[in-house]
């Protein structure tokens, strides 16, 4: 082992640490004291492992460390609330650099902080790979649930899915990217992968919505889950997904690479993007919420293929 449990802990510590109002005791406790509040707690936790949720070889630790933040960050706005605090628990196989520790703790700081949030603790262990839980703590009026769907409703998108899925299809196929067409298309898969950059003010705009999820494990999949959820039937049109703007970029990288977009875009996951349903939304509108069950994508020639955990 190259360094310490206490000399890890120092290192988070230091990274980790910073005033806030919120908090009476911080990381370097046995546990975080938080401060009350008049408004209800949302709770939400993730967790990466290595091989299954990132690769070291394919993204850096500062990388891996803003994405499995990021994620639960977005969980708590796609409820409807504000993070304030997370908490970190990480294996570690004892094989790694302080210099990747540091990136990985960076990253995760960084991420939170640009949601003026707090990592508060956590905890370290060791294991036969990384892997990283975070629980992210947040303050919540009103929830905005996935069960709140009502027929009538527009379904709206806040982005594009599909450009995380797009990345991860280039790294898994090992595809040569410097023979690429479209470098830029490239670019923003691999970073998106990588790191996504998620939009949190585009879940704080759509505090209307009658239903909201994060489109973590895609959008039909999230989408299906609403529907299930609310007792109705989601029917998404493509032709108004092919008219997002972004569209004919990742349509031409899927082509040239030899992929289906309808696999990253309905399938894919991983981009964080908000699928929400109500009236005068913010965002795009792709389909519309109709009595029945279960959900429909239309006009497109087979039905998407993604990321299964236990498949």
């Known amino acids: 082992m190259k360094f310490s449990e206490s000399e890890v802990i120092a290192e988070l510590t230091h990274i980790f640490a910073r005033p806030d109002s919120r908090v009476y005791v911080g990381i370097g406790d046995d546990a975080a004291v938080l401060a009350p509040s008049m408004q209800n707690w949302v709770v939400t936790t993730d967790m990466a492992v290595e091989g299954v949720h990132f690769r070291r070889e394919w993204s850096s630790g500062y990388e891996i460390g803003r994405k499995i933040t990021a994620a639960n960050l977005a969980d708590i706005y796609a409820m409807g609330g504000i993070p304030h605090h997370l908490v970190i628990a990480l294996a570690l196989t004892g094989d790694e650099s302080m210099a990747w520790i540091r990136e990985l703790a960076s990253g995760m700081n960084d991420e939170a902080g640009s949601c003026d949030a707090t990592i508060v603790g956590g905890d370290i262990a060791r294991g036969?790979?990384?892997?990283?839980?975070?629980?992210?703590?947040?303050?919540?009026?009103?929830?905005?649930?996935?069960?709140?769907?009502?027929?009538?409703?527009?379904?709206?998108?806040?982005?594009?899915?599909?450009?995380?899925?797009?990345?991860?299809?280039?790294?898994?196929?090992?595809?040569?990217?410097?023979?690429?067409?479209?470098?830029?298309?490239?670019?923003?898969?691999?970073?998106?992968?990588?790191?996504?950059?998620?939009?949190?003010?585009?879940?704080?705009?759509?505090?209307?919505?009658?239903?909201?999820?994060?489109i973590s494990d895609g959008l039909l999949v999230q989408g299906a889950q609403m529907a299930d959820a609310s007792g109705v039937r989601f029917v998404i049109d493509s032709k108004k997904i092919e008219s997002h703007p972004?569209?004919?970029?990742?349509?031409?990288?899927?082509?040239?690479?030899?992929?289906?977009?309808?696999?990253?875009?309905?399938?894919?996951?991983?981009?964080?993007?908000?699928?929400?349903?109500?009236?005068?939304?913010?965002?795009?509108?792709?389909?519309?919420?109709?009595?029945?069950?279960?959900?429909?994508?239309?006009?497109?020639?087979?039905?998407?293929k993604g990321f299964e955990h236990f498949t």
């Open 128 to 214: 036969p790979v990384v892997v990283i839980s975070v629980t992210a703590i947040g303050q919540i009026q009103k929830p905005i649930l996935r069960s709140g769907a009502q027929v009538g409703d527009q379904i709206v998108i806040s982005d594009l899915p599909g450009w995380s899925a797009a990345g991860l299809y280039l790294l898994l196929h090992e595809i040569n990217i410097s023979a690429v067409k479209s470098p830029l298309a490239v670019e923003r898969a691999l970073a998106e992968f990588r790191a996504p950059d998620v939009r949190y003010a585009d879940a704080i705009a759509l505090s209307s919505a009658h239903a909201l999820s994060d």
């Open 246 to 304: 972004d569209f004919p970029q990742l349509a031409e990288l899927a082509e040239e690479v030899g992929a289906y977009v309808w696999d990253w875009i309905g399938a894919g996951g991983e981009d964080h993007d908000f699928l929400a349903t109500g009236r005068n939304l913010p965002g795009l509108v792709i389909g519309q919420v109709h009595a029945g069950s279960g959900i429909e994508l239309q006009g497109i020639p087979k039905t998407p």
